[in-house]
């Protein structure tokens, strides 16, 4: 599916009769619908209109993740089947179900959907994770189960996960000591925070792509890339209209395309100058040793020699990390299962557990003294929080503990 041709689609939409397309689309999800397939039963669901299926419904009742949920409710049903265009579409709210598709089918359900915004953000599919099954999945998974998650290689980035942790600490630490600022910290603005700085520090060898603030926060430059990064991992499977009936794309009908070419512009802005002065410095000698992911994907070569990477498989693997937290079982912070489950829980793990440590370790925590309780209310497009969590902050440990 190439979406860079969404303007040439448009024209070849002008020049077929409209109704030759209509019955063209459905005579296809006849023929899809009744190919020599044994029919098994579908689980239930609302009844679906021709072509379009349940869209209509979804668009009246958005955020679409609460419509389904409330559907599946009032069906008294842990897993369900919602027709959208000619996609079946089955939530699962059981993590017992789940395992079956994740584990024991996970054979059946090793692909990914092909998205506006899963193809945008892997660069073409050209990175691991949200790649359909094939060779290009299997290549980037022995990538990195090999050179960039193994155990080896995780012990090797100790220091740089400890550095970024100490950097959490210092901020907040200097925010518990500037006075205007009553030790008020948004624990969502400074959780993003430091894991983008894990990420940047592993995979770069540096904090900020600008100047970084005297208390140890981001400037400008870091503050736009984070909130570049956290946008398109929020567009992700979303909810687009043209996913289900593709002869829309060229429409953008929920504006996805756009957002994601112009956050995916500003992830390209700081990461490609770097990439390409690396690959540049190891082709001229320049550089001699792996001091960060970066260098170690540049520097793999196949049998034959030649780089095992091209640039922009590069690009594409230094790239967006979920950050949907369930445990194996699928009840708790989730890291998927199965075939297609994270290949990072080791590093994932690390990275929340250390998060929670240092602030727990390192402060007492209290409810702002003009709020009563926490609002527990989610945003009404996403599973987030509506408003940012914001607690009050108090050193709890000797100052000489804290970093410099
Ligand atoms: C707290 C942090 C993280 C969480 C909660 C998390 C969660 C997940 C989840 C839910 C999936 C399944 C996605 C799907 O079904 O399509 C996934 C896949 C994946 N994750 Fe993570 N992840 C985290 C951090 C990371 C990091 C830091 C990396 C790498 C540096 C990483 C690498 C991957 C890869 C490569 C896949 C795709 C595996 C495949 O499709 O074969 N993850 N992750």
């Known amino acids: 599916m190439d979406y860079s ?59 679409a993740y609460r419509w389904i949920h409330n559907l599946m409710k009032e069906m008294n049903s842990e897993i369900a089947c919602i027709r959208l265009g000619n996609i079946h579409v089955i939530p699962v709210t ?19 959907p092909q998205t506006i915004s899963s193809y945008l953000a892997s660069n073409g599919y050209l990175s691991a994770v949200l790649s359909p099954f094939g060779d290009q999945w299997k290549k980037m998974k022995l990538v990195l189960a090999t050179h960039v998650l193994s155990p080896r290689r995780h012990q090797w980035l100790h220091k740089k996960r400890v550095e970024e942790a100490d950097n959490l600490v210092r901020l907040v630490y200097k925010q518990c000591q500037e006075s205007n600022q009553e030790g008020m910290v948004n624990l969502r603005f400074t959780s993003q925070h430091y894991c983008a700085n894990v990420i940047k520090k592993l995979m770069f060898n540096k ?22 990064l956290f946008t398109i991992l929020n567009h992700l499977f979303s909810f687009c209209v043209s996913d289900f009936l593709s002869f829309l794309t060229w429409l953008d009908l929920d504006g996805h395309e756009e957002v994601m070419r112009e956050k995916d512009r500003i992830i390209r802005k700081y990461h490609d100058p770097i990439i390409d002065d690396r690959i540049q410095q190891w082709k001229d000698g320049k550089k001699k040793d792996i001091e960060d992911l970066l260098d170690v994907l540049i520097t793999l070569n196949d049998d034959n020699g030649n780089p095992l990477l091209s640039r922009d498989e590069i690009r594409a693997q230094v790239e967006v990390r979920k950050v949907v937290l369930a445990e194996n079982g699928l009840r708790f912070i989730s890291f998927s299962t199965g075939k297609r489950g994270c290949m990072a829980v080791t590093l994932g793990s690390a990275m929340t557990n250390m998060l929670f440590a240092r602030l727990l370790q390192g402060f007492s925590w209290s409810l702002p003294s003009n709020e009563p309780s926490i609002d527990l209310s989610t945003a009404g497009d996403s599973m987030a929080l509506a408003k940012p969590l914001l607690a009050a902050a108090k050193p709890r440990l000797p100052a000489h503990l804290y970093p410099e």
């Open 94 to 112: 059981c993590p017992n179900i789940a395992c079956e598709f994740l584990k024991a089918q996970d054979d059946v359900f090793s692909s990914r």
């Open 5 to 63: 041709l969404s303007t040439s689609s448009f024209t070849t939409l002008l020049s077929f009769p409209i109704l030759f397309l209509v019955l063209a689309i459905t005579l296809f999800s006849f023929i899809q619908s009744h190919k020599n397939v044994k029919q098994y039963p579908l689980p239930p669901g609302p009844r679906p209109w021709p072509i379009v299926g349940c869209l209509p419904a979804m668009l009246r009742n958005k955020p």
């Open 207 to 228: 904090r900020y792509f600008g100047v970084g603030m005297e208390n140890g926060g981001p400037g400008f430059e870091d503050e736009q890339y984070v909130d570049a």
